[in-house]
């Protein structure tokens, strides 16, 4: 079930203590066999931010029992309160190991990106949430599901990317990659540099989830939930009753 808001014990501005909770929890799952994977950015859209009223971005860590493909099922039960969002993965092949690091160093160091849809939960009631709240929850984190149509940069403005995300073939979800920061680009690069000076600098191989390209979609009930991005291609996350 989910939970009161904790920024009650925290501070509903304290991100420095809701980061050291969920750092404790990460490590908890790790201990009892999880492996990191990769990191995802959230609150990058306007249209998110005004969900929540919490108007800067975080972060959280990336799972890989979190991680799922294209079609394949997804169970419902492993949620709480989801909600499905489009976004742009990126998968590095070169390590981002530095201070200051640039939007450059984002283009070089990514091997490709892919379409994704990340099915955000929370376990505060309600999706009741400071900034605090949802760095703690791992930035309420929940599942993400990878397309496989792997494209290079060279030649793509992901700020021009345009997102449709349809339920059980309806059209519920519109944004653009302008939405995110700017460009996803620009959130990675952002991610880069807050994970570097936290001392868990991105890595070669990582999956990084970009952010939101527009509002969040309500997943009430198992369902097909299909993504466009304009010349990135398509992915489905099939959610099942188990």
């Known amino acids: 079930m989910p939970c009161s808001p904790v920024r009650e014990f925290l501070g509903a501005n304290d991100i420095e203590s809701a980061y050291s909770v969920q750092r404790m929890i990460v490590a908890e799952r790790v201990a009892h066999g999880a492996r990191v994977v990769g990191a995802k950015i959230g609150l990058t859209a306007p249209a998110v931010q005004q969900q929540f009223g919490v108007f800067e971005p975080d972060f959280g860590v990336l799972l890989d029992d979190m991680v799922f493909c294209h079609r394949q099922p997804v169970p419902y039960t492993r949620f709480l309160q989801p909600r499905a969002e489009g976004e742009v993965a990126f998968v590095l092949g070169r390590d981002i190991d530095r201070p200051g690091a640039s939007v450059a160093d984002v283009l070089l160091a990514t091997e ?17 949430l400071t900034i605090a709240d949802t760095i703690a929850d791992n930035a309420s984190s929940g599942a993400v599901v990878l397309g496989t149509s792997a494209r290079r940069l060279v030649g793509l403005d992901l700020s021009r990317v345009g997102m449709v995300i349809e339920r059980n073939g309806d059209q519920v979800a519109y944004g653009a990659g302008h939405a995110c920061l700017g460009s996803p680009v620009a959130a990675v690069a952002w991610l ?46 099939t959610i099942e009753k188990d």
Request: aromatic share 6%; proline share 8%; hydrophobic share 45%.
């Open 192 to 237: 880069a540099r807050e994970m570097y000076r936290r001392g868990s600098p991105l890595r070669a191989g990582d999956v990084v989830m970009s952010g939101a390209l527009g509002p969040m979609v309500p997943v009430d009930a198992p369902g097909r939930f299909h993504l466009r991005l304009d010349g990135l291609g398509n992915v489905e996350a």
């Open 112 to 128: 490709f990106v892919l379409p994704a849809l990340e099915i955000v939960d929370s376990r505060i009631a309600g999706w009741d």
